[in-house]
């Protein structure tokens, strides 16, 4: 059984496609199987284009950094957007909670996992652990998944360079 299924892996695929939005539908429904989704979706002429607006609209969430208007957004979309939590059984996957109707759209799906993931994610890891790369001029999503909680930079590539620039800063000429 599963005990959180819309966690982390939730969260890590919204800043997946913020950070690298797909081309297409398929890409789109590509990265939700490498990210652990197993469904599949009845196709629509404007899924690409109404998943795009999940992804805006979470990405407001990201980039607020007041936490009760953060709690807020969050609260909104999940109120939009999900359903009561009911146990299901599909895909090999075991038992575990959906969030969300049966049978809805690619969008509407992914905006349900990704904001009750997000939730989950805040409620448990900490409410700041999801922002923007703090290595300028980046604008990348990080969600924070270490154990200490101290994650600011989107890759290796970023810490290094704002490690870089701080010495430099620090170096007289």
């Given amino acids: 059984m599963h005990l959180n299924p819309y966690g982390e892996y939730a969260v890590l695929l919204a800043a997946s496609l913020a950070n690298d939005w797909p081309a297409d539908r398929e890409g789109i429904e590509r990265r939700t199987r490498e990210s652990g989704m197993t469904m599949t979706f009845p196709a629509a002429p404007d899924d690409h284009e109404r998943t795009r607006t999940v992804v ?24 939009a957007v999900t359903a009561y939590p009911r146990l299901t059984n599909h895909d090999g996957e075991g038992w575990h909670l959906h969030y969300r109707d049966s ?10 996992v990704i904001s009750v993931g997000t939730s989950l994610h805040l409620v448990t890891r900490g409410m700041t652990r999801l922002a923007r790369c703090a290595a300028e001029p980046c604008d990348r999503v990080v969600v924070d998944v270490t154990r200490n909680g101290r994650q600011r930079y989107c890759s290796v590539r970023c810490a290094n360079r704002a490690a870089v620039r701080r010495h430099r800063a620090r170096v007289p000429r």
């Fill in 56 to 79: 805006d609209e979470w990405l407001r969430i990201v980039d607020e950094t007041d936490l009760d208007a953060r709690a807020a957004r969050l609260n909104a979309q999940m109120a």
């Fill in 103 to 112: 049978d809805e759209s690619l969008p509407r799906v992914l905006a349900a």
